[in-house]
């Protein structure tokens, strides 16, 4: 069983940055993949970053390219979302996925978090 807690979530005017941090319980963190996922209302959920368990590869997807960073910390259980030039259509609720699967590009089973909101003005 893995717990994972999301913060850092807010109000933020476009171009502005935030920073989520997910932290997860247990001690087999370096085994999963980890993604940040975000849905906003009455869209589908959609996968924003992923990175493997060891922290060797990752992806993001085309609407954040250049402007998102995921990073893990294995010691710590904690993988960040770096969010810099943001703008009103990344407003959405993005939740923490922990996953088994070695394919970081067909993540979503697995550990949920509750999810954090992120809100841009414009």
């Known amino acids: 069983q893995v717990q994972l807690v999301e913060s850092g979530g807010g109000l933020v005017q476009a171009g502005g940055s935030l920073r989520l941090s997910c932290t997860a319980s247990g001690r087999t963190f370096g085994n999963y993949a980890m993604g940040w996922f975000r849905q906003a209302p009455g869209k589908e959920r959609e996968l924003v970053a992923a990175?493997?368990?060891?922290?060797?590869?990752?992806y993001y997807a085309d609407s954040v390219k250049g402007r998102f960073t995921i990073s893990r910390d294995n010691a710590k259980n904690t993988v960040l979302l770096q969010m810099n030039s943001l703008k009103p259509e990344d407003t959405a609720v993005y939740l923490c996925?922990?996953?088994?699967?070695?394919?970081?590009?067909?993540?979503?089973?697995?550990?949920w978090g509750q999810g954090t909101q992120v809100t841009v003005s414009s």
């Open positions: 996925n922990a996953d088994l699967s070695i394919n970081i590009v067909h993540m979503g089973n697995g550990y």
């Open positions: 990175i493997s368990g060891s922290g060797g590869s990752t």
